[in-house]
């Protein structure tokens, strides 16, 4: 599995830190996703989706691999 995050796309809506703060965070000075794990481990693989799913601006992809 892979993360992307569009940081052009991204509103800081924060639902990605909220669906699992140990793959995102976001920057301090204006909200925006930094993804922290591009590569999650498996238990981590419905954590991605949620994030992505409930992503306001669809900037998250995730991709197996």
Known sequence: MHIEADQEKCVGAGQ?????PELFDQ?????VVEVLVSDPADSQAA???E???????????????
């Open 51 to 65: 994030a992505e799913l409930t992503c306001p601006a669809a900037a998250i992809t995730v991709t197996a691999t």
């Open 16 to 20: 990605c830190v909220m669906a699992a």
């Open 27 to 31: 920057r301090d000075s204006d909200g």
């Open 47 to 49: 954590q991605a989706r």
